[in-house]
Antibody, heavy 124, light 107 residues
């Protein structure tokens, strides 16, 4: 059974940093794209970052480019999202999601498994 | 980025009703359109991928159709557990984008 468990959320001041982690199990970790999808309170879904199975290719939404960094650790089967220069607009629940294809370029990917989410609140 | 627009934003329906939700892309996405269901406080759940393929475990009352820029999610007979918010998502380009969501409420 696939399990994705996010951690690291919390309250942070504007301009601060936070590091989210997603612990994955139940599948061949290195064979799938992993993504972070966020949802601001009462709003829709936004895919903020994705990384291929070997970590060689990444993608970022324009809204976080230059501030967020995605990485993965194959020894611990974890995906990490380092978030810097946070603003109130980054306040959201952040979900970790597994893509069915191991590519951020090839069309046709979709998220077949999701974590339960971790809440990030940016406020003074 | 490709913009995804869902309609309606919300709808009220009764158990047993046939419900359709539309998703329109700002450019052709060649069928690379997925549908998710989300209930309050929960993660999204994949229902349909690549326009019309039903995800394993999803009831057959859910179906998807469309091509080019226009896509539809249909629930043939609405059940109590189907009251939720539905999102479309395109994965044609590297910037995967979602529609704004359609909330299905009880009439």
């Amino acid at each position: 059974e696939v399990q994705l468990l996010e951690s690291g959320g919390g309250l942070v001041q504007p301009g601060g940093s936070l590091r989210l982690s997603c612990a994955a199990s139940g599948f061949m970790f290195s064979s799938y794209v992993m993504s972070w999808v966020r949802q601001a309170p009462g709003k829709g879904l936004e895919c903020v970052s994705s990384i291929t199975g070997n970590g060689g290719n990444t993608h970022y939404a324009d809204s976080v480019k230059g501030r967020f960094t995605i990485s993965r650790d194959h020894s611990r089967n974890t995906v990490t999202l380092q978030m810097n220069s946070l603003t109130a607009e980054d306040t959201a629940v952040y979900f970790c999601a597994k893509g069915i294809l191991n590519s951020v370029i090839v069309a046709g990917n979709y998220f077949d498994d999701w974590g339960q989410g971790t809440l990030v609140t940016v406020s003074s | 980025d490709i913009q995804m627009t869902q309609s309606p934003s919300s709808l009220a329906a009764s158990v047993g009703d046939r419900v359709s939700i539309t998703c329109r892309a700002s450019q052709s996405i060649s069928g690379y359109l997925n549908w998710y269901q989300q209930k309050p406080g929960k993660a999204p759940r994949l229902l349909i991928y690549i326009t019309s393929s039903l995800q394993s475990g999803v009831p057959s009352r859910f179906s998807g159709s469309g091509s080019g820029t226009d896509f539809t999610l249909t629930i043939s007979s609405l059940q109590p557990e189907d009251f939720a918010t539905y999102y479309c998502q395109q994965t044609y380009t590297s910037s995967w984008t979602f529609g704004q969501g359609t909330k299905v409420e009880i009439k």
